[in-house]
Nanobody, 116 residues
Framework: QVQLVESGGGLVQPGGSLRLSCAAS????????MRWHRQVPGKERELVAA???????NYANSVKGRFTISRDNAKNTVYLQMNSLKPEDTAVYYC??????????WGQGTQVTVSS
């Protein structure tokens, strides 16, 4: 059974930092690209950051220079370090797998709220 479990969300003041984690089980983690997405109620889900199985990364323009995605294949975990957080970063953050021709697996999401 495949599971992706996000953690690390919470309430943070503008300008603060959070690190999200997504622990995977039931898959050969190292062969999957991994993605972080976010969604605000009433809006479409947004792809925030991605990392390939080889470690190459990509970011949405809205988070470039502030967020860093990384992975630890030994721990089957992908991370999203979020710095200089803004109120507009408030959303539910989801991790997912990505591999061509295979439906993605999704986590349950973790709430991030940026507010003073």
């Amino acid at each position: 059974q495949v599971q992706l479990v996000e953690s690390g969300g919470g309430l943070v003041q503008p300008g603060g930092s959070l690190r999200l984690s997504c622990a995977a089980s039931g898959i050969v983690f190292s062969i999957y690209a991994m993605r972080w997405h976010r969604q605000v109620p009433g809006k479409e889900r947004e792809l925030v950051a991605a990392i390939t199985s080889g470690g190459s990364t990509n970011y949405a323009n809205s988070v470039k220079g502030r967020f860093t995605i990384s992975r630890d294949n030994a721990k089957n975990t992908v991370y999203l370090q979020m710095n200089s957080l803004k109120p507009e970063d408030t959303a539910v953050y989801y991790c997912s797998t990505f591999r061509a021709t295979i439906d993605p697996y999704w986590g349950q999401g973790t709430q991030v709220t940026v507010s003073s």
